[in-house]
């Protein structure tokens, strides 16, 4: 519908004005006539397009703009706008005005019997009908053009080869191409043929950039978990047990010639290291082998030598990584068996793989319709857990709530299978059947929600009746022709009018206030739809595609004029059930929707992935059903605080707009003493030094001078509650060694030194005894980085949290590159020894004589004497140990920043033999988890 305010021509803002003039220097002297700009909903990619297009018109009044849209809703916001800012535009296909705008679909209509004979037609073009042709043709006629392709993600789907021929043929034109899409969404073809038709991106802004900016309003992602209907859980529980029967049979003596976990062993474990590394099992074989990895999480193999447990390995077997792993043993074995016991193991898991949507071919598993699936995405619970959040919402909000249901379709299919006879009806899941349970719940009727479809427009009667006397308002002629059709329980009102005219009127009938529900679909209530006074999304949708999500959520997060205050919470309802292996899909679908979409987490800090929902979150396994009623009752407490939001995301302060790959890393043993806020760590590099010379320290001696006595150095005492922390080994954390550390800031009075010399002594032999700080490790891999020419900055870029718990988070600032390669080279760093190309050292356990020390002297000698007495080695990262230039890089870095050590070839026998007597170590014992983290 047109924007209520188009009438007013709003100052440009920053973003607008950036990508004008990035616009302005891609077509200067037509040096780049091809645009791509990436702008997502609400951040005014319609002005844009029309601010380039007066530009033009200014500079050549015989200019013509050709605008496409997807739909009419679209269609009718370019030509109200363009009006508003004084353009003739209209949607006449003559092309008689300054701006004409159409849809994609009046272009694409296609003559059928031309479609019928694909093997004499070589262009797109002569498939057309002969107005579609007309059309083209009037547009490649144009002697000055501007083509404008809105949300131009859509010709990637339908019309990508026919306006491919149109740029063609228009080549001289000015095109813009605007999409709220990512990039990094597109990939294989659509990604290739972007990047043809629009070569690279010439401007882009985030969602959290213009939420910064004030143009976007503050909001949450927030989600609320719900369990099948109990109907539902017993078909499920019914479903499951065949799947469940043939796991317990797996561990049965004589289930084939060669049990499972047999194979199991005999193909991830016993091969890895004799005959191949597991990290070339892994690249050659991923799926397969994380689903072995998680096998051994669960007690069920052995860990295979060199493997690393990564976040993604650490949960239950998924049904996926058993069919996986069946269908390896399958095909490899029992398949080319000619016993009749494979035969008849065969035959058994054949049967069972249906019940968790799979299938065995005679080219292996395959994966079939899920019956599952649907009763998890359709499930009756998922309205009545949307009548809880709207309450709360309202309870929340009062008069200012307004919450738009979106669904996938108006109603569901018409053919249920069989099996789910007395579980879901054909109504399941549909937009009317959540209606249906809004009006049934007193807390929620009283909002008069209303449907709002593209066939239908429905409600309680009494609400229809006074949505007709709302129109009557606006447009009595309209309103004379409207008639209420009651129902049992829902009534409609779809006479007189079609979709492209009560979509406006209930819209506007929802800013009024008149209803606080609006139930609608994706497709009508989405891409196009504005509704300023939003407050509230509920996603009850099953589309996981980037372009999706962030159109969903672009309805909620437009600002109001009349709320300056506004703050919006997007809600997704997940159905999860523990009674069936595939029980998790719908939480699977959460994951997909929230890669790559940025929230903001408990910490204030804007990344993308479930995590920014719940810190608890794992992308990997939902959380257990025994805690949803927290879980959703801790949500509901975040939606009612909405200043809290509000402030959590810093309106107006100052940001890059880069998103940062970042590392979050939990040691087994922290060497921080635990923190009560964030801590921001400064690396610096170690006082002592230990190597074949002896241990060599740059602190001071104690002074054995004759002084008044001074009380001595306090360690590291009230390190929790620091805000900066610099030097990472004065924050060792073991007893009173600290304190002892720094006794060379003393002064030691008394005839006799010997003991506080001794202890000084022994002091930085402990030293060298612990693990290295991660943060230590951290600067040696940026600077081995940065001295490759891998990264354009080191470790002065370095940007390091300490969480309370012990979590370290570390992010290298710099470009986006910079960030990807060293979170992934920090992470192998610190990770066990896998098939790294090199190796490197550090000298660690100094051991000198146990006698005492009883002059400055000779607690020299001492040091000097000291010998290391272990050499603990490490994976050189693989971008660092692609060649031994590299290499020499990184153990320059290594040694500055974590100690003396060697390097070593793992391609040379001295290497290969201390790889394969290192493997599967794991000095840090770490786990890591990888973020993307806006800033």
């Known amino acids: 519908m047109p924007d209520p305010d188009a009438s007013v021509v709003a100052p440009l803002r920053i973003h607008q004005r950036e990508a004008l003039e990035a616009l302005a220097d891609a077509w200067r002297d037509d040096a780049q006539p091809r645009a791509w700009v990436v702008l997502p909903p609400g951040a005014g990619k319609t002005r844009v397009g029309i601010e380039a297009v007066a530009a033009e018109v200014r500079e050549h009044p015989d200019t013509r703009a050709v605008v496409l849209a997807p739909n009419t809703a679209i269609q009718s916001q370019w030509i109200a706008e363009a ?8 949607d006449d296909k003559a092309l008689t005005s ?26 797109v073009v002569d498939r057309l009908h002969p107005n579609g042709v007309a059309l083209f043709e009037r547009i490649r006629s144009q002697p000055r053009l501007v083509l404008v392709l809105d949300e131009c993600h859509h010709l990637l789907e339908v019309w990508g080869r026919l306006l491919a021929e149109l740029l063609e043929a228009v080549d001289r034109a000015h095109v813009l191409a605007l999409t709220a899409t990512p990039p990094e969404s597109l990939v294989g073809e659509q990604r290739a043929l972007v990047d043809r038709l629009f070569g690279t991106i010439r401007y882009r802004v985030s969602v959290p950039a213009v939420v910064k900016e004030g143009h976007l309003a503050p909001f949450d992602e927030l989600v609320w978990l719900t369990t099948p209907t109990p109907t539902e859980e017993d078909w499920l529980t019914t479903e499951a047990v065949r799947f469940t029967e043939l796991t317990t049979l797996l561990t049965t003596p004589g289930f084939g010639t060669v049990g499972f976990y047999a194979w199991l062993t005999a193909r991830f474990v016993e091969p890895v290291p004799a005959t191949v590394t597991w990290a070339a099992l892994a690249e050659r074989e991923p799926e397969l082998c994380d689903a072995a990895l998680r096998m051994h999480h669960a007690g069920l193999l052995a860990l295979p030598a060199g493997a690393r447990l990564r976040e993604e390995h650490r949960h ?5 990584d058993w069919v996986r792993l069946l269908g390896d043993w399958l095909l490899r074995h029992v398949a080319e068996s000619d016993d009749p016991a494979d035969a008849e193991v065969l035959a058994t898991v054949r049967a069972a793989l249906p019940s968790v949507g799979y299938q065995w071919t005679r080219r292996g598993v395959r994966r079939g319709r899920s019956t599952v699936d649907r009763v998890l995405a359709r499930s009756y619970a998922k309205p009545g857990a949307a009548a809880q959040i709207i309450a709360s919402e309202h309870a929340a909000l009062g008069e200012r709530a307004r919450v738009l249901v979106l669904c996938d379709h108006e109603r569901a299919s018409a053919t249920v299978p069989v099996t789910l006879d007395g579980v879901q009806d054909a109504e399941a899941g549909s937009a009317l059947a959540a209606l249906e349970v809004l009006l049934a719940d007193p807390s929620t009727a009283v909002l008069h929600p209303t449907l709002v479809t593209g066939s239908v427009v429905a409600a309680a009667e009494p609400t229809l009746h006074d949505l007709v006397a709302f129109v009557a308002s606006r447009d009595p002629e309209l309103a004379a022709r409207l008639r209420v059709e009651g129902g049992s329980s829902v009534a409609t009102c779809s006479s007189g009018w079609t979709s492209r005219t009560w979509v406006a009127h209930v819209t506007a009938y929802l800013e009024a206030g008149r209803t606080q529900v609006l139930v609608g679909t994706r497709g009508l209530l ?37 709320w300056p205050d506004k703050v919006a919470t997007n809600w997704t309802v997940v159905c999860v059930s523990e009674a069936h292996p595939k029980g998790d899909n719908d939480w699977v679908r959460l994951v997909r929707k929230h890669q790559g979409f940025h929230g903001i987490d408990a910490d204030g800090d804007i990344v993308d992935g479930v995590a920014h929902i719940d810190a608890s979150f794992s992308p990997f396994a939902p959380p257990p059903v025994a805690s ?13 605080d909405r200043d809290a939001i509000r402030e959590a995301w810093q309106v107006g302060e100052p940001y890059d707009d880069v998103t940062l790959a970042s590392l979050r890393v939990r040691a087994a043993s922290p060497t921080l003493v635990p923190v009560e806020k964030v801590v921001t760590v400064v690396p610096a590099a170690p006082t002592w030094r230990l190597g074949p010379e002896g241990l060599i320290t740059s602190v001071p001696l104690p ?40 006794l060379g800031q003393a002064v030691v009075t008394g005839r006799d030194h010997t003991s506080v010399l001794t202890s000084w002594v022994r002091a930085q032999v402990a030293l060298t005894s612990g693990t290295p700080p991660l943060e230590a490790v951290a600067a040696a891999v940026a600077d081995g980085l940065l001295a490759a020419g891998l990264t354009s900055v080191g470790s002065p870029a370095l940007a390091i949290d300490v969480h309370p718990g012990g979590e370290y988070r570390f992010r290298l600032v710099g470009t986006e590159a910079d960030a990807e390669v060293f979170a992934t080279a920090l992470d192998e760093a610190i990770g066990p020894v896998g098939a790294p190309r090199y190796v490197v050292s550090r000298y660690t356990a100094a051991s000198l004589p146990d006698r005492p020390i009883r002059t400055r002297r000779g607690a020299r000698a001492a040091l000097r004497a000291a010998r290391a007495t272990g050499e603990v080695w490490h994976p050189v990262p693989t971008v660092l140990g692609r060649n031994a230039t590299l290499a020499g890089h990184y153990l320059a870095a290594w040694r500055t920043w ?20 290192v493997s599967g170590e794991d000095p840090f014992a770490a786990t890591t988890v990888m973020r993307r983290t806006w800033s």
């Open 703 to 742: 002074d054995t001078s004759w002084r008044t006595p001074v009380a001595l150095a306090a360690g590291t005492a009230g390190a929790s509650a620091a805000a900066t922390v610099a030097g990472p080994w004065a924050l060792l954390a073991a007893g009173g060694l600290g304190a002892l550390a720094t």
């Open 628 to 640: 949803f009623d927290a879980l959703n009752a801790r949500m509901l407490v975040t939606a009612a």
């Open 316 to 320: 239950a077997p998924t049904a996926d």
């Open 83 to 90: 009006r508003a800012t004084g353009l003739d535009a209209s």
């Open 898 to 917: 974590v100690g003396e050590g060697r390097l070593l070839a793992a391609a040379k026998p001295e290497g290969a033999g201390v790889v394969a007597a």
């Open 526 to 562: 989405g891409e196009g739809w504005n509704a300023r006074s939003v407050s509230t999304l509920i996603d009850l949708t099953t589309a996981t595609t980037l372009t999706a999500v962030v159109q969903t959520r672009g309805r909620a997060l437009r600002t109001d004029p009349s």
């Open 98 to 123: 300054t701006l004409t705008c159409l849809t994609y679909q009046s272009l694409a209509v296609f003559d059928s019997e031309a479609a019928d004979d694909d093997d004499s037609v070589q262009s």
